[in-house]
């Protein structure tokens, strides 16, 4: 188990593509615009499946 990349999963996974779109669209729109919402939001899905990888480790 690498507790750096954490196995996503699907709905994770879309999360992610999503709000990695949206950051991208912000960034064709322009360099200067603020993306760290989103980076913020992408960080805690990630935290999400690292402790329930945590927690599933765990429980076996």
């Excluded at 992610?16 to 200067?32: P, T």
């Excluded at 980076?39 to 599933?56: L, T, Y």
Aim: hydrophobic share 35%.
């Amino acid at each position: 188990m690498s507790s750096s990349n954490p196995k996503l999963t699907a709905g994770e996974t879309a999360q992610v593509a999503w709000y990695v779109a949206r950051m991208a669209k912000r960034c064709i729109a322009s360099e200067s615009v603020d993306r760290s919402d989103l980076e913020r939001k992408v960080d805690r899905v990630i935290e999400r499946a690292r402790k329930r990888e945590e927690k599933n480790a765990k429980s076996k």
